[in-house]
């Protein structure tokens, strides 16, 4: 009998070529769910898995809804404070403000100062 296919930490069914799911705790087996084949809990064992997503790999749209806002009011209105990599220097924080731009069935644009720099750049949405 032939095992499942192992690339990396993920196992294959030998049969169907489906992704196997990872065994459950105290499950001895692990069933394909399209074809049915059976395959030991125990393949699984000693395999280390490792998720890791750049922060640079989200759109846009997605990253700003991840970031922590804290509105700032200090002498002048700079904007708001959010965890946002310069491209200058590579340092997390700056200012961002909002602005309509274009016409309004288009995005808005969004302009960046870096806390640490004071270099500027803009996003359009």
């Given at each position: 009998?032939?095992?499942?296919?192992?690339?990396?930490?993920?196992?294959?069914?030998?049969?169907?070529?489906?992704?196997?799911?990872?065994?459950?705790?105290?499950?001895?087996?692990?069933?394909?769910?399209?074809?049915?084949?059976?395959?030991?809990?125990?393949a699984y064992e000693n395999t280390v898995i490792t998720t890791r997503s750049d922060?640079?790999?989200?759109?846009?749209?997605?990253?700003?809804?991840?970031?922590?806002?804290?509105?700032?009011?200090?002498?002048?209105?700079?904007?708001?404070?959010?965890?946002?990599?310069?491209?200058?220097?590579?340092?997390?924080?700056?200012?961002?403000?909002?602005?309509?731009?274009?016409?309004?069935?288009?995005?808005?644009?969004i302009f960046y100062t870096c806390v640490t720099c004071k270099h500027g750049w803009?996003?359009?949405?």
């Open positions: 009998m032939v095992g499942a296919h192992k690339i990396g930490a993920l196992l294959f069914c030998p049969h169907c070529g489906t992704l196997l799911a990872l065994p459950r705790d105290g499950e001895k087996d692990v069933v394909c769910e399209q074809c049915e084949y059976v395959e030991s809990a125990s922060p640079d790999a989200f759109p846009s749209a997605l990253r700003q809804k991840r970031k922590t806002q804290t509105k700032l009011h200090e002498g002048g209105d700079k904007g708001t404070l959010v965890n946002e990599k310069c491209p200058s220097c590579g340092a997390m924080e700056a200012y961002s403000k909002e602005m309509q731009l274009r016409s309004a069935d288009e995005g808005s644009t803009r996003v359009n949405n």
